[in-house]
T-cell receptor, first 114, second 112 residues
Framework: DGGITQSPKYLFRKEGQNVTLSCEQNLNHDAMYWYRQDPGQGLRLIYYSQIVNDFQKGDIAEGYSVSREKKESFPLTVTSAQKNPTAFYLC?????????????FGEGSWLTVV | EDQVTQSPEALRLQEGESSSLNCSYTVSGLRGLFWYRQDPGKGPEFLFTLYSAGEEKEKERLKATLTKKESFLHITAPKPEDSATYLCAVSLQETSGSRLTFGEGTQLTVNP
């Protein structure tokens, strides 16, 4: 089945560690996105990529990094510089990167700092 | 500043009791308004996209409408399985990316 796969579903990070969340899509979509969701708040955009080997910062990029070496993959690294990383992370994709394109989401990854 | 506001924050209905959720927006250059359904611990599930004022879309018990300032998600004769958080988002006329700006959602509970 076509879709967006995020892994792991649950991840625990120690203080000072970097962790990487995986996102793979087999929808042949050009654009991919990472959002963060905190309880009681709306989704906030971290990074997005319209094409391979290109990506842009979203509204809350500080403390995060991404890469887009393959069309299917858009991993997110949460670095030790991110002071409050505990949240629900959502990867998404759209057929094209232009405005108005429908964005589809994966099932999400929970990150907890221990 | 572009804003998306959803109301109410939470809504409790009895099974079969129809109601509407509101999404108001103050943005310039709207390129699309999106409705999603999100179950606890899951990613948002796409429901509808509306592109212009006057447009309506339906899916089972749900109907979404759009005006120049707001969108409504009408729920007719809801069932307990319609319980979820409903998210509204807008796509703006920007030169880069299909960025979505989200509201904070309406948590709907339908009691049997």
């Amino acid at each position: 089945d076509g879709g967006i796969t995020q892994s792991p579903k649950y991840l625990f990070r120690k203080e000072g560690q970097n962790v990487t969340l995986s996102c793979e899509q087999n929808l042949n979509h050009d654009a991919m996105y990472w959002y963060r969701q905190d309880p009681g708040q709306g989704l906030r955009l971290i990074y997005y990529s319209q094409i391979v080997n290109d990506f842009q910062k979203g509204d809350i990029a500080e403390g995060y990094s991404v890469s887009r070496e393959k069309k299917e993959s858009f991993p997110l690294t949460v670095t030790s510089a991110q002071k409050n990383p505990t949240a629900f992370y959502l990867c998404a994709s759209s057929r094209h990167g232009g405005p108005g394109n429908t964005i589809y989401f994966g099932e999400g990854s929970w990150l907890t700092v221990v | 500043e572009d804003q998306v506001t959803q109301s109410p924050e939470a809504l409790r209905l009895q099974e079969g009791e129809s109601s509407s959720l509101n999404c108001s927006y103050t943005v310039s250059g709207l390129r699309g308004l999106f409705w999603y359904r999100q179950d606890p611990g899951k990613g948002p599930e796409f429901l509808f996209t509306l592109y212009s004022a006057g447009e309506e879309k339906e899916k089972e018990r749900l109907k979404a409408t759009l005006t120049k300032k707001e969108s409504f998600l009408h729920i007719t004769a809801p069932k307990p399985e319609d319980s979820a958080t409903y998210l509204c988002a807008v796509s703006l006329q920007e030169t880069s990316g299909s960025r979505l700006t989200f509201g904070e959602g309406t948590q709907l509970t339908v009691n049997p």
